[in-house]
């Protein structure tokens, strides 16, 4: 069965700081990946869509990376803003139309 | 907005009521998806609709019992919940996967806050 870890669950740094969050997944077998971000009781809104055949994807100020052999991904967030105090969530889609999800990392950036 | 609506963003209810609730997609996807959140937990999948039809019951109570009339709209029948069942629940869309496209990107509406009491 498919698990999906990230680290850390919480993380708070100054306005401007670079960032990198972490996600694994203990099957390989994955098709895609994906990072969303999610702000409270709100639903969730995707920033990156990594197919398992890619290793990266870029928009602005983020880069989602894939090592599918090892089961990582991370997600560099570069001078980092406020409005980007959210909880950011990946998850793994199976060939089955099945996803999984992380728990989460609660990101809060002090002005 | 992300092209998927859910109604009614809020609900209260007791053990005793049936109620429902919908999402609509206006994005033309082809799957939909039915997801438990609850706090400090991660997204649990539900049901998986692909071309109208269930794909996947992941183990989930008769209490819920979801239906797909058609390829934009996703119901989430409930009768006789349990206070646990309090949640947030959330409905996706997305394009099946194959062809590797950006557009197999899963849309998320902004949920349902269920509480039971």
């Known amino acids: 069965k498919q698990e999906v870890t990230q680290i850390p669950a919480a993380l708070s740094v100054p306005e401007g700081e670079n960032l990198v969050l972490n996600c694994s997944f203990t099957?390989?077998?994955?098709?895609?990946l994906q990072w969303f971000r999610q702000d409270p009781g709100k639903g969730l809104t995707s920033l990156l869509l990594?197919?398992?055949?890619?290793r990266e994807q870029t928009s602005g100020r983020l880069n989602a990376s894939l090592d599918k052999s090892s089961g990582r991904s991370t997600l560099y967030i570069a001078a980092s803003q406020p409005g980007d105090s959210a909880t950011y969530l990946c998850?793994?889609?199976?060939?089955?139309?099945?996803?999984?999800f992380g728990a989460g990392t609660r990101l809060t950036v002090k002005p | 907005e992300t092209g998927v609506t859910q109604t009614p963003r809020h609900l209260v209810m007791g053990m005793t009521n049936k109620k429902s609730l919908k999402c609509e997609q206006h994005?033309?996807?082809?799957?939909m998806y039915w997801y438990k959140q609850s706090a400090k937990k991660p997204l649990e999948l539900m049901f998986v609709?692909?071309?109208?039809?269930?794909?996947e019951n992941n183990s989930v109570p008769s209490r819920f019992s979801p239906e797909c009339p058609n390829s934009s709209h996703l119901f989430l029948h409930l009768h006789t919940l349990q206070p646990e069942d309090s949640a947030l629940y959330l409905c996706?869309?997305?394009?099946?996967?194959?062809?590797?496209?950006?557009?197999?990107?899963?849309?998320f509406g902004s949920g349902t806050q269920l509480s039971v009491l």
């Open positions: 996706a869309s997305s394009y099946l996967p194959g062809g590797g496209r950006q557009e197999e990107k899963l849309f």
């Open positions: 998850a793994v889609r199976q060939s089955n139309n099945d996803m999984r």
């Open positions: 990594i197919q398992s055949s890619q």
């Open positions: 994005l033309g996807h082809n799957a």
């Open positions: 609709y692909s071309l109208e039809e269930r794909v």
């Open positions: 099957d390989s077998a994955i098709y895609n």
